[in-house]
């Protein structure tokens, strides 16, 4: 049985993980913690998750040593929770994004001692579609036009999405082009589009969990590549099936393609 932590565990992801982790016979949830304003400080878990008491109440700080924290929460919760872990020695998955790059230089730093797998999203398809946009940029060439949109909840705080960023970052790897000079976000005004750039398009509407398209067009033709997450638990399943992956493994910096072999 590992013994899980939840960074987050009041929030709409932590919840659902606290929810699978429960209803699981490989887990155990051990700690729940959110952040120290949170209304829902001291009530149990399990109870908030819908899935009645598993006799873990939600705090501010990790006070024992579960084998694997899973992290979605904000950047601050990330980098509050990251020298825990490090100290120690949990192991780490995190699933928050809108991460700075200082932050995640320092995940990358601490992956030297503690093992972490960081995904902008645990979803299977999303991380075929990743793998997949470089490989049909580098077959279509470089007259194909390529636009990225990606639509989520009114609640979402980071835009473009942190996969709507890895699709862009794989084409750009695949076509060596450098990320900070392709990505444009949005378009206003008197602005054609330039050879070589990846247009990224945020849209944010209702309820929408989240879904991502990636064009490819050129005089003739538009090929789309296109992801839509039903519901978060897609996620969840991820994130705990990294939980168990990450758990025991050396130290290092992993992501979800690690996780599944692809
Ligand atoms: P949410 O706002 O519902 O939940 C976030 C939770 O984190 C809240 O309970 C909040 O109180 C808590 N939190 C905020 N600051 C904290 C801190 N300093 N310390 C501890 N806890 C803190 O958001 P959500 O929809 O559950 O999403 C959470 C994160 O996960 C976001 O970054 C989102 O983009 C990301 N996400 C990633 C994936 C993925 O597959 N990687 C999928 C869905 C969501």
């Known amino acids: 049985m590992t013994e899980l932590g939840v960074v987050g565990a009041a929030g709409r992801m932590g919840m659902r993980i606290v929810a699978l982790a429960a209803a699981s016979d490989e887990f155990s949830v051990v700690e729940a913690v959110d952040r120290d304003d949170c209304p829902h400080t001291g009530r149990d878990a399990g109870e908030l998750a819908g899935v009645g008491s598993l006799g873990v109440t939600v705090s501010d700080m990790i006070t024992g040593h579960p084998d694997v924290v899973i992290d979605f929460s904000l950047p601050e919760g990330t980098m509050a929770f990251l020298p825990a872990c490090r100290e120690k020695g949990i192991a780490m998955v995190i699933g928050t994004t809108g991460l700075t790059e200082s932050q995640l230089a320092e995940i990358a730093d601490t992956a030297g001692e503690i093992p972490i797998v960081r995904a902008s999203n645990f979803s299977m398809g999303i991380n075929l579609l990743i793998k997949l946009a470089g490989e049909v940029a580098v077959a279509l060439g470089d007259d194909y036009d390529i636009e990225i949109t990606e639509t ?108 599944l072999g692809i």
């Open 152 to 259: 989520h909840h009114r609640f979402k705080k980071d835009a473009p999405s942190g996969t709507a960023v890895a699709l862009a970052r794989s084409i750009c790897g695949a076509t060596g082009r450098e990320y900070a000079d392709a990505a444009t976000f949005g378009r206003s005004g008197a602005q054609p589009r330039e050879a070589g750039e990846i247009g990224m398009h945020a849209v944010r509407l209702g309820d929408t969990i989240g879904e991502h398209s990636v064009y490819f067009g050129n005089l003739g033709e538009t090929v789309t590549l296109a992801h839509a997450a039903h519901t978060r638990d897609t996620f969840v399943r991820g994130a705990l099936r990294a939980a168990k992956w990450v758990t025991g493994r050396k130290p290092g910096l992993y992501d979800m393609r690690d996780v």
